[in-house]
């Protein structure tokens, strides 16, 4: 399973890096073919237009495996019309209103804010100081600095879900 989700990141990751800064974040996640289940979220959410069109994003994006291994029935809830509020907040509480690229964290933990509105705001990011690896809230980042027309995409392998 491990195995099967690395190899489908790294090919997402090669799929992401052949489109860099020919397309707009959402464009870029589309060529890539394994976002299919956060760009259908993103569109129920009403947040598709924000991520195609707003300038200096960061997003990290869970891929459709992150998304498939929550618990059952959790993405077909929060895809519901009555819970677009709710899918808003999570998917927001993954974007940042700047580019941060992997070479701008320092080898510690900081704390970085989301565009999400209310509530819990702060993303923790960490670098690993002698790899080099980077989580944020638990999720590893398994592909990272996918550079799109207005913005960056970390590729990473589970969704996260603000505490409140």
């Not at 200096?56 to 819970?83: H, I, K, R, S, Y």
Request: proline share 4%.
């Amino acid at each position: 399973m491990r195995k099967t989700f690395l190899v489908t990141a790294v090919s997402a990751w090669m799929a992401l890096g052949g489109a860099a800064m020919a397309d707009n974040i959402v464009e870029t996640a589309q060529e890539a073919g394994t976002f299919e289940t956060l760009l259908a979220a993103a569109q129920a959410a009403g947040l598709a237009d924000a991520l195609a069109t707003g300038e200096n994003l960061t997003v990290f994006a869970p891929t459709d495996d992150a998304f498939a291994a929550l618990p059952d029935g959790t993405v077909e809830d929060l895809l519901q019309p009555e819970n677009r509020e709710q899918l808003a907040a999570i998917l927001s509480y993954h974007v940042l209103p700047r580019v941060l690229t992997s070479n701008q964290l320092p080898g510690r933990e900081i704390h970085i804010r989301t565009i999400r509105e209310s509530g819990d705001r702060l993303l923790a990011i960490s670098k690993d100081a002698h790899t080099g690896a980077v989580m944020v809230d638990g999720a590893n980042v398994v592909a990272a600095d996918v550079m799109a027309d207005n913005g960056v995409i970390h590729v990473i392998d589970a969704v996260m879900l603000p505490s409140d």
